[in-house]
Each structure stands twice: as C-alpha cells, then as structure tokens.
C-alpha cells in the first residue's frame, strides 16, 4: 500500500435513526484513492424506538459538555449496534479484521446545542475499540464545539475533495459553483467554487419533521417515495409563516438540532396534506440558503435520505430553477455518504489534519479533533 494511504472503515447513524451506515474507503485524509464496499443496516424496532426515547430525554436533561451518565445504557446500545455491522460487513466482504487501519464512529447525536458549547453523540467508543478489535475515531464535533464552532456540517471537507477529484466537466470554470445539498433528518448544504473557495451551513428541516408526521398518523416511519405528500395540498401561507423564523435569516455559520422546528406543526392538515406542506417547507428552506452564497449554485446534487423522494426533488427543482440530481449523477454513492465522511474524517484525525474550517463551522481557525481510542489497550488518545 502506497505511503500514508489508509484502509478506513466510516459508520454513520443519523437523526433519522434508521439504521447504520458504513462504507470502505482508501484514502490518505487529502485524496481517495479508492472506494471499497458499503451498506446499511436497519435498526430493528427496539432499537429505533429506545434511540428516540432517548432523544426526547436528552431535550430534558440539563446542559452540560459532558454526556450524563442517565444516558449510559442508549451509548452501550449504539456501540453494540455498529458491533454487529461492522461483524456483518467484515463476514459479508470477506475482509479480515486486521485489512482495516482505523474505524471512524460518528455515534448517534442525541443533542446538538452549539450556543452552550453542546453536541452529545452517543456510542461506546473503548467498547466498540475492544470488541472489534480495530482503532476508532470518535467524538469528531467536540473539539469544534468547544472551540466555539458549531459542530456541523462536518462533510463538507470530503464533499470537496470528492468535487476535486472528478470528471473534467465539473472543473470548467462555466461548472462552478455547485452545491451538495445533504437530507437527512436536518438539511446541510455545501458550497463549493472550484478548488478553493468552500461555504457550508445547516438550511433548516429535512426529513425529520415529515417522518415525525408520518409517524404519529401511524402510517410507517416515513413518507416512502413521497407518495403522501404526492396526494396532498401545499398550504403555502403555512410555509410562508414557518419561513419567517429567524434562523433563516442568520448569517452562517449555523447549526441545528434535529428538533429545532418541532414547533412547526400543520395542526390543522390531515395526513396528506400535512405531508406535502412539510415537504415543501424543506424545499423552501433550501431556496433560502441561496440568499447566503455569494453566488447561485448553477447545479445541486443531493445525499442523503432526500435523494429517495420523488415529491421533494420535484419540488426542489421548482423551487430552484436549475439542475437538482441526486449525487449518483457524479458517481457518488448518496446512501453512504457520510459514512464515507467519517472514514476520510477518522484518517485526518489521525494525521493532524483539519475536520473543520472557519467558513464551514465558524471555528476561529482550521481545527482538528476527533478522539483516537486504541484497540490493544482501550486508551484514549485525545
């Protein structure tokens, strides 16, 4: 293996709390020299529910940096849970424990509250050490959080090295700028023109409050395809007052916590229309963050959960008015993503490098972090 090149497994389990995400990356923290398997694996229903339970106790608990011990028994679950993938993944691959130079464990975010100098993520990470066997990366916002960053987005350094590194179209001055629009749980944009000029910042909702919906008129765990919203009326005057909130109007850099619009209910809808209105709330919120960039995105790929909703992307495009395509169209893999993410993260830890930027987090200069914990020993190495 060429110098300085890991082999560099990334987990992800966003707010959304569906499953956990992991995907094999090869890469030396600046380039990806290759891009090895990737799947998903769903949270059976325990675990999904007890990880929202513990979200809504987390919104309870006072705030503190550290994470309370009342929340030990959800941590030892996360850990166990990405055990098991990384078991199912290594045996599924054929790849042995010992091919794997380093696992980044994002761990599942429970509370995020900036303005406090707060992001909890949740996740065992001496134990996941331990039991696979594997050195791990975990606890990537803190350090940005406590230097006064906002702790998200934390992607975008490895959306732009995946940007730099493809087809020549995409480098033509006439390309740029571009944007990766991320839908998960809550929506994250990142800006790019050519090489070097980088912006990112949370939008507003993404998924989170549609699948919330859904959910409570017990029609499943989120609207699949869109084809809810699809039968359902936008009541625009809803989304207009919902866009009055001031987050939108906030320089960034900006942040959110899953549940930061919870207030913005369509109490009044059914079902359906409840579910289009929300959806195009998201869609709003997106057509918003033009008003930040010093230049309109002359085309958005979309990661993330999003990409998979007709009836959003469609209203996406409207609402934008230029190309929106789901980062497939680059070559890109969308559902894995942001575990990919943490993988690229995990070895630039490893090497002193950067996690975030003062125009993607608002840390006062280029900030490292993450908490390196070894497998022979279980230390933690901050």
């Known amino acids: ?18 499953g956990v995400d992991i995907a094999l990356i090869e890469t030396d923290g600046e380039r990806i020299t290759a891009f090895g398997p990737a799947e998903t694996f769903a949270y059976d229903d325990r675990t999904r529910t007890a990880i929202r339970a513990a979200m809504a106790e987390a919104a309870d608990l006072p705030a503190t ?47 995020h509250w900036p303005e406090r100098q707060l992001t909890w993520q949740v996740g065992d990470a001496e134990t996941l050490a331990s039991v696979t066997e594997i050195d791990v990366v975990a606890d990537f ?10 702790g998200a987005p934390f992607a975008p350094l490895y959306h732009a ?42 939008t507003g ?10 959910r409570e008129h017990g029609a499943g765990h989120f609207d699949d395809g869109g084809r809810i919203a699809a039968k359902g009326r936008v009541h625009e005057p809803l989304v207009e007052f919902w866009m009055a909130n001031d987050f939108f109007r906030v320089k960034p850099p900006k942040s959110l916590d899953r549940d930061d619009f919870r207030n913005s209910r369509p109490t009044d809808l059914g079902l359906e229309d409840g579910a289009a209105t929300l959806t195009a709330f998201t869609a709003a919120s997106v057509a918003e963050a033009r008003r930040h960039m010093l230049d309109e995105p002359k085309a958005w790929y979309v990661c993330g959960g999003g990409r998979h909703n007709p009836t959003l992307m469609t209203m996406l495009k409207e609402r934008l008015g230029v190309t929106v395509l789901p980062v497939e169209a680059l070559g890109w893999r969308g ?30 200069e280029p900030l490292t972090g993450g908490r390196i914990v070894r497998a022979k020993h279980g230390a933690a190495v901050v």
């Open 335 to 364: 559902d894995s993503l942001e575990a990919e993410a943490f993988a690229f993260l995990a070895v630039r830890s490893l090497r002193g490098l950067p996690l975030s930027l003062p125009t993607t987090t608002g840390v006062p």
């Open 141 to 150: 916002r803190r350090a940005d959080v406590l230097a006064g960053g906002q």
């Open 65 to 111: 940096p550290a994470i309370p011990g009342d929340l030990a028994e959800i941590s030892a679950l996360v850990a166990d849970r990405h055990r098991a993938a990384v078991d199912a993944f290594l045996g599924k691959h054929g790849i042995a424990r010992s091919g794997i130079d380093i696992l980044g464990f994002h761990g599942q975010t429970l509370r």
């Open 161 to 202: 090295a995946l940007l730099r590194s493809e087809a020549a179209a995409i480098h033509q001055p006439a390309a740029w700028p571009v944007a990766v629009l991320n839908l998960g749980g809550v929506g994250n944009v990142t800006w790019v023109n050519g090489p070097e000029e980088l912006l990112a910042f949370d």
């Open 205 to 214: 909702p993404g998924n989170a409050l549609v699948d919330d919906w859904v």
């Open 1 to 18: 293996m060429k110098a300085n090149i890991l082999k560099a497994l990334g987990m992800m389990s966003g707010t959304s709390a569906d």
